[in-house]
């Protein structure tokens, strides 16, 4: 079934470093088997989430273009979304968290387009087009609900991440992969498993990335709404689990109101939730995440955001009281008494940029070694930098074309050439540049001559400290693309053969009854493939409604295969439960 790619702007409207993660859905690569898993899932869960669901999903299904018959196609679905104002792109499995943010933040639905295997048919801890597609669209049609994840996403696009978090990125992922891919080992998921334990166990401070993810667990993926004694499922990740979605009613899982304290407790992606937590409505979702983002470095700055964009390695930015921005690796800074920034220092690449635009000439390309720059108060002068004006400048003898020499509170001295200065929309002066420059602190040297032009960030403090660019445009590899690919098996005789006959029946419910046909794939199936239990419960669906002797021998089959396995015989009696009710 090929289908023509349909666009949406909001895709066309991406930056390159998130079209990067995007691939093709490839909807022809999905087998009759895997039709079959997502038929019988979708089947079950609306069945029972009709009653437990927040009501807006079985509206958002209709409203998605979400079929219970068959996989939907990623491009179908934009033509519809593009209505709700969303978008929906594939990719493959687990993308970085800043990432995934900020495809919410544009409004773009990340959907891993490989389904969960049959052995997996009730949960699986890789992301799946069941996950995706059924779990998080058809929730979007709320427009609180969708309000609520664009800014959870702009928000957490921003949030600072840990080398920590790095590794616990890449070992989350190879275990996803690894479960679900047929050619796994038990040691080699057995090993993966102990990896991610271990990283989870370590006692490392929660990063802010590590803390909006668990805001985003507890919420998009495992939420629920309404009252503790009566809450409805709205999280995606128990709206696409047959087995959590019953797990979570119980008395077994504790419910708790949601709160901020919730950024605070880790989960456990290969294990049931012990907990979850309830939101009155929707409305408070955002109440909450306000709370947390105005605990972020994004918003407080100082030296706290500096140390967590050094301590990430990654590419951060700050922003100074002037509206500078500054967008890079930032690996040193020094402080006064008081805790106050005096100095920063990237390496690598560096962008300066205002109001989220870089500055024209003053790109990664003009900075490729790296930035550094004091900030802070001028000793003995009243008058900021920033506020001074040409006659302020030369009544200090800030003369272009002419040597000066500055002290700032700190006791860092600048002596150079002053060659020019930009000031921003405000009139403020936010950079000034030098020539034959030397600046120092203490018995150090923190630039020199010999490395070329200075540019002095003007400003007294750092206002704002987030994760990424100023501007995107101004870096090409702002996020780094896993190395660890999902794995695809070469299908041997006999799965094609059960494919084939999973598609044969497929083809019979959606023309007209063949008796001899069903009782001669039934046969190839009892004689062929005896584990497999789905394709019994096929048969005997349409069995069922058209041949109610011959439904008999296919229903002794089921219950046979209840007893040989019995790890599937709930999911054989719930079919059965549905077929017959």
Request: glycine residues 6%; charged residues 25%.
């Amino acid at each position: 079934m090929n289908r023509a790619i349909e666009t949406n702007p909001l895709i066309d409207r991406l930056p390159p470093h998130l079209k990067q993660f995007i691939k093709p859905q490839d909807y022809d690569d999905y087998s009759p088997i895997n039709q079959a898993v997502w038929r019988y899932v979708m089947r079950k869960n609306v069945s029972y989430l009709s009653k437990v669901a927040h009501h807006s999903y079985l509206k958002g299904l209709d409203m998605t273009g979400i079929s219970i018959e068959t996989i939907p196609s990623m491009y179908g679905m934009n033509r519809i979304l593009k209505d709700i104002g969303w978008a929906a792109v594939a990719v493959d499995g687990f993308i970085p968290p800043n990432a995934f943010m900020e495809f919410q933040a544009y409004k773009v639905l990340v959907i891993a387009s490989d389904i969960r295997q049959l052995e997996h048919i009730e949960y699986t801890p890789a992301p799946d087009i069941i996950h995706e597609a059924a779990g998080h669209a058809p929730i979007i049609a709320n427009p609180d609900y969708a309000e609520y994840l664009r800014r959870f996403g702009e928000i957490g696009a921003k949030a600072i991440l840990s080398a920590h978090d790095n590794e616990m990125y890449e070992a989350v992922r190879s275990l996803s992969i690894l479960k679900e891919s047929p050619t796994s080992t038990s040691e080699a998921i057995k090993n993966a498993e102990a990896l991610v334990q271990e990283l989870q166990h370590k006692k490392v401070p929660l990063s802010e990335i590590a803390k909006i993810r668990n805001l985003h667990w507890w919420t998009v993926e495992y939420g629920l709404i309404g009252t503790i004694e009566n809450p409805k499922i709205y999280g995606a990740g128990l709206l696409s689990s047959i087995g959590e979605s019953k797990w979570c009613m119980t008395d077994q899982v504790e419910k708790r109101l949601y709160s901020i304290d919730a950024a605070d407790i880790e989960f456990d992606i290969t294990k049931p939730q012990p907990q979850l937590f309830v939101t009155p409505d929707f409305a408070y979702l955002m109440e909450v995440l306000e709370e947390f983002s105005s605990t972020m470095a994004l918003r407080k700055g100082g030296f706290r955001g500096l140390q967590k964009l050094i301590d990430s390695r990654k590419i951060g930015s700050i922003e100074l009281n002037t509206g500078l921005q500054i967008s890079g690796v930032f690996t040193e800074m020094i402080t006064d008494e008081d805790n106050n920034v005096v100095f920063f220092k990237t390496e690598g690449p560096t962008a300066l940029a205002n109001r989220e635009k870089e500055l024209i000439g003053h790109g990664a390309q003009a900075n490729p070694n790296g930035f550094s720059s004091p900030i802070g108060k001028l000793k003995g002068i009243s008058l900021a930098i920033e506020d001074m004006r040409p006659r302020d400048l030369k009544a200090y003898n800030f003369y272009d074309g002419k040597r000066i020499a500055i002290e700032y509170e700190s006791g860092i001295t600048i002596e150079g050439l002053n060659v020019t200065g930009i000031r921003n929309v405000f009139g403020k002066l936010i950079l000034i540049e030098f020539e034959d420059c030397t600046v120092t602190y203490k018995d150090r040297v923190l630039f020199s001559p010999n490395q070329g032009t200075f540019k002095l960030a003007v400003g007294s403090s750092i206002i704002s400290a987030f994760a990424g660019a100023a501007d995107y445009r101004s870096f090409d590899n702002l996020y780094h693309v896993s190395e660890t690919k999902t794995v695809r098996k070469l299908k041997d005789s006999s799965t094609l053969e059960l494919e084939s006959l999973y598609k044969n029946t497929s083809d019979i419910r959606q023309s007209n009854y063949d008796e001899e046909r069903v009782k001669t794939i039934f046969k190839t199936l009892t004689d062929n493939h005896n584990d497999d239990w789905l394709l019994a419960l096929e048969l005997y669906e349409l069995a069922y409604r058209y041949d109610k002797d011959f439904s008999k021998n296919i229903l002794n089959r089921l219950e046979h295969l209840k007893l040989k396995r019995p790890n599937v015989a709930h999911l054989i009696t719930n079919g059965l439960e549905l077929i017959t009710n």
